[in-house]
T-cell receptor
C-alpha cells in the first residue's frame, strides 16, 4: 500500500513565524502535491512538483513556497505565517503524469496561526 | 478554468437505503478523469471510484456506482445499501487528461457531508 505521511497532525504557530510542513511518500511516486482544505471551500491546490527540484504553482500559491530536494519528500513553507493561513493542509502523491492519475493523500496537518 | 460543483452541502440517508450525491463540472477538454473521494472523520482521504471520460460505461465498485453523463457534464455517485461506515465528506474531483508532461493537480468540489441514520 502507498503510504503518505505528514510530520505533524496538529501545529500551533505564531504570526510571523517561518513554518515547515513535511510530507514523505514511500512508493517512488513522481508527483507530489500540497492542498489546503477549508470548510465550505473544499480542497485548493497550493503547489505541486513532478520531479526533484521541479515545482509548479497551483491555484493559491501566494504566501507559500515549496521544496523538493529528494523524490520522496515535499515540503511546504510558510515564510511568515499569518492568521489567514490557519487551515488543514493535505499532502498527496501520484505515480506519474499518465493515467490513471489517482492521488494518495496523507492524514493532514491542522495548522493554527495565532 | 475547470470548475466542479457539488450542490448538496449535506445529505442524510437511513441505513440500508440508497443515496445519490450530485456533481457537475465545467470543462472545455475532451479528455479528462473524474473521481469521488471519501474523507471520514479520521481525515484520511481515500479514493472511492474513478471514471475516464472516454469510457461510456459507468464505473462501479461494489456498493458504489456512478452515473456519468458526459454531454450534461454530470457525475453523480450512488451508494447502495448505505452503511454506518459510509458517513463522511465526499468530494468530487476533476483532472484533465495527459498534458504533455509535468503534472496537474485535481480540481475539487466543495464536498457533501453524508450522514447515515441508524
Amino acid at each position: 500500500d502507498v503510504k503518505v505521511t505528514q510530520s505533524s497532525r496538529y501545529l500551533v504557530k505564531r504570526t510571523g513565524e517561518k513554518v515547515f510542513l513535511e510530507c514523505v511518500q514511500d512508493m517512488d511516486h513522481e508527483n507530489m502535491f500540497w492542498y489546503r482544505q477549508d470548510p465550505g471551500l473544499g480542497l485548493r491546490l497550493i503547489y505541486f512538483s513532478y520531479d526533484v527540484k521541479m515545482k509548479e504553482k497551483g491555484d493559491i500559491p501566494e504566501g507559500y513556497s515549496v521544496s523538493r530536494e529528494k523524490k520522496e519528500r515535499f515540503s511546504l513553507i510558510l515564510e511568515s505565517a499569518s492568521t489567514n493561513q490557519t487551515s488543514m493542509y493535505l499532502c498527496a502523491s501520484s505515480l506519474s503524469s499518465v493515467s490513471p492519475y489517482e492521488q494518495y493523500f496523507g492524514p493532514g496537518t491542522r495548522l493554527t496561526v495565532t | 478554468a475547470q470548475t466542479v460543483t457539488q450542490s448538496q452541502p449535506e445529505m442524510s440517508v437511513q441505513e440500508a437505503e440508497t443515496v445519490t450525491l450530485s456533481c457537475t463540472y465545467d470543462t472545455s477538454e475532451s479528455d479528462y478523469y473524474l473521481f469521488w473521494y471519501k474523507q471520514p472523520p479520521s481525515r484520511q482521504m481515500i479514493l472511492v471510484i474513478r471514471q475516464e471520460a472516454y469510457k461510456q460505461q459507468n464505473a462501479t465498485e461494489n456498493r458504489f456506482s456512478v452515473n456519468f453523463q458526459k454531454a450534461a457534464k454530470s457525475f453523480s455517485l450512488k451508494i447502495s445499501d448505505s452503511q454506518l461506515g459510509d458517513a463522511a465528506m465526499y468530494f468530487c474531483a476533476y483532472r484533465r487528461g495527459y498534458s504533455g508532461g509535468g503534472a496537474d493537480g485535481l480540481t475539487f468540489g466543495k464536498g457533501t457531508h453524508l450522514i447515515i441514520q441508524p
